[in-house]
């Protein structure tokens, strides 16, 4: 299957600060990619689906100037999680479908973010 | 509302002890099911993508059904390498994937 690549895999920050995590397509160019947030015991939450080269749109309830996400390029999508805060600690993951296949789609390894 | 169910939410066997884990759902139109297998700390593993009701895909020691109302994932003969927690998707006609919770899956030898 197509892979998709999520770094850093792990990340400790202090409240306040910004942390950035990037997803990257290795094999295939990904127009549109996807960020995820998942709890203990819980689903796989869709936070905002990234767009190359325009906005990305954000689901309900979830902060678009908290998550930044960046798009800039066809094999790179970023999110930044600005001014993050111990609420904040979570698993995030990106995915990434195929383009013109639009079906399932590939995650990444996924980043555990814990604020202290 | 689009929704999807799983159960059980965890399952114990012991190895070679075959079972099923289920997958109900409730959506507007689908477009797709879709089985994952996610081990601890890390992204979703692709497994299976269903279309249509009838449909059976397989690989290795794992078979996905799907039924107009729900998905079953049978594995057969499992080893302890098979733990893990399996997720189900669904996708609808309007691209939006809906996650179930996923049920773990223990193996023990």
């Known amino acids: 299957g197509a892979v998709v690549s999520q770094h850093p895999s792990w990340v400790i920050c202090k409240s306040g600060t910004s942390v950035k995590i990037e997803c990257r397509s290795l094999?295939?160019?990904?127009?549109?990619m996807f960020w995820y947030r998942q709890f203990p015991k819980q689903s796989l939450m869709l936070m905002a689906t990234?767009?190359?080269?325009?906005?990305?749109?954000?689901e309900q309830g979830v902060e678009k100037d908290k998550f930044l996400i960046n798009h800039a390029s066809l094999t790179l999508s970023t999110l930044t999680v600005t001014s993050a805060h111990p609420e904040d600690s979570s698993f995030y993951i990106c995915?990434?479908?195929?383009?013109?296949?639009?079906?399932?789609?590939?995650f990444g390894q996924g980043t555990r973010l814990t604020v202290v | 509302e689009d929704q999807v169910t799983q159960s059980p939410e965890a399952l114990r066997l012991q190895e070679g002890e075959s079972s099923s884990l289920n997958c109900s759902y409730t959506v507007s139109g689908l477009r797709g099911l879709f089985w994952y297998r996610q081990d601890p700390g890390k992204g979703p593993e692709f497994l299976f993508t269903l279309y249509s009701a009838g449909e059976e895909k397989e690989k290795e020691r794992l078979k996905a059904t799907l039924t107009k109302k729900e998905s079953f994932l049978h594995i057969t003969a499992p080893k302890p390498e098979d733990s893990a927690t399996y997720l189900c998707a669904v996708q609808t006609l309007g691209q939006k994937v809906t996650f179930g919770i996923g049920t773990k899956l223990q193996v023990i030898p």
């Open positions: 995915s990434a479908r195929v383009p013109f296949l639009n079906t399932e789609a590939f």
């Open positions: 990234s767009n190359e080269g325009s906005k990305a749109t954000y």
């Open positions: 094999d295939f160019q990904a127009t549109t």
